[in-house]
């Protein structure tokens, strides 16, 4: 198995990136925060964990991997990590970027790239539980040499979906977050309805749950998600929705004392009036 190299270890990335690891590839990560890793790593700046490789920037850590794995949180994180690695990528590379930021991030990083170093995208959908056990939604944008380079590494996370040439993957994770999070602030509004009516909570989420809407519903009262509220604020911000998704923006960044939490907080708060 070639060498990874994997940036961003944040909430799904960590998990991410131990479960390439149990799976045999050798990894050296990095990470802004370098105690993220685990305490074994003992806070510092390089060290071994749990079989990553943990090194103290990200140009040392793509040095000599044949796939490198990106999975930051928007697109000037993006950014500033591609300024530090672009020079260090040797031709034969393939940069997996796994962030949501966007097809025009992916562009822009796809456009700086060196002769004979490929860039695929693949955002993820799917939670932090998931993200360990491998049991994500791989959204794949590509050529196909370069997919099926990177397609053992990413069938390891979870189940792929090819979606297209590249930007594809990147822009159907656009697609895809807006209908959740905006079906959820439905779901959300519709609780809230049934509490001003003087409906049962149980009765009224029951037979939302047993139509249509029953995955939103679960999403909406998710305790084991680990989704900020200032995420999904973000990714409705990158897609430039019309105007429902827009006021489903505005809605989230309402209440900014629930930026860190998941979603389905944000969907309590609503039912309770807030």
């Known amino acids: 198995m070639e060498k990874i190299a994997f940036l961003g270890l944040g909430r799904m990335g960590l998990p991410m990136a131990r479960r390439l690891a149990s799976g045999g590839y050798p990894l050296t990560v990095w990470n802004r925060t370098p ?42 994180a993006l950014a500033a990590v591609a300024r530090q690695i672009v020079a260090e990528l040797a031709p034969g590379t393939v940069w997996v970027d796994m962030s949501s930021v966007g097809p025009a991030a992916v562009a822009e990083v796809r456009e700086q790239l060196p002769d004979g ?14 993200a360990g056990t491998g049991g994500l939604t791989v959204l794949v944008g590509g050529g196909p040499e370069d997919v099926e380079r990177v397609r053992p590494v990413l069938e390891r996370l979870g189940r792929v979906v090819d979606c297209g040439g590249p ?34 909570e149980e009765l009224a989420e029951g037979v939302l749950a ?23 604020a973000k990714d409705l911000a ?15 960044l309402a209440q900014p004392e629930l930026a860190e939490q998941d979603l389905a907080r944000w969907v309590d708060a609503v039912r309770a009036g807030g």
């Open 117 to 130: 170093v490929s860039l695929v995208d693949a955002p993820v959908l799917g939670s932090v539980g998931p």
């Open 167 to 200: 930007g594809a993957g990147a822009a159907l994770k656009l697609v895809a977050i807006g209908a959740i999070v905006g079906g959820v602030a439905v779901v959300a509004e519709a609780l809230a309805l049934a509490e001003s009516l003087g409906l049962p």
């Open 210 to 232: 047993a139509g249509p809407l029953g995955g939103l519903v679960a999403r909406a009262r998710a305790v084991d998600a680990d989704f900020p509220v200032r995420l999904a």
């Open 35 to 76: 105690g993220r890793v685990t305490e074994q790593a003992e806070g510092s700046v390089e060290g071994s964990a749990e079989g990553l490789v943990v090194v103290a920037d990200p140009a040392a850590a793509v040095r000599g991997a044949g796939v490198v794995v990106t999975m930051l949180a928007d697109p000037a």
């Open 238 to 252: 990158l897609a430039g929705g019309g105007p429902v998704l827009d006021a489903v923006r505005e809605r989230l």
